[in-house]
Every structure is written in C-alpha cells, then in structure tokens.
C-alpha cells in the first residue's frame, strides 16, 4: 500500500469501507453485540466514526444521518427488524470485556 499514491490509495480504502458496509448489510443477523464481543467495534462504532472524521476535517455530520449511511435504513427500522435482544450470554461477554478494558 505505501507504494500507491494518496488519491489511490484512498480511493482503495474507501472501496473497502463500502464493501464492509456491504457485507455487514448482507449479514444483518450478525449483531452489534457479537461484533463488540469479538472485534471491539460495532455498527454504531463505524457511525461514530464517521462523525468524529468529518468533524476533524472542520465538517458537519449528524450522527444519525451517520447511522442511516451505515445501516442503510434508519436505525430505528433497521433495530424494529433485525436487532434481537443480548442474551445473558452476550450480555456477560460484554461487560467482562469492558472491565478487562477499564481495568
């Protein structure tokens, strides 16, 4: 990749961005507590994420537009349909993995 110029490179990276959020569409029973649990990111991270780039380039984006983007639906209607509820499980892997981070 350091052999690539800036604009090629970017262009590379922001391909891959979008097949992630491809991939992530297709695959909407994968939830956001797994990828947390497994990968310390999740959907709502790439929001996250997304705003925080666009404010460090001096530019305006709205966290939920940022979700809609990543979700490709509002949040809202996406969670209606496809989020189900953390089971104890999950729930327990998450909250070790928070402690294990804070501790």
Partial sequence: MQS???TTRT????AAFRRLLRHL?????????????LADFCRNCLSKWLVAEAEERGESLDYEAA???VYGMP??????????????????AFEARQAQQQG
């Fill in 4 to 6: 690539l110029d800036y």
């Fill in 67 to 69: 979700r809609e983007y």
């Fill in 75 to 92: 949040y809202s209607e996406w969670k209606a349909h496809y989020q189900a509820k953390a089971t104890p499980e999950q729930l327990a």
């Fill in 11 to 14: 262009e590379l990276e922001a």
């Fill in 25 to 37: 569409d297709a695959h909407k029973e994968v939830q956001n507590i797994e990828l947390m649990n």
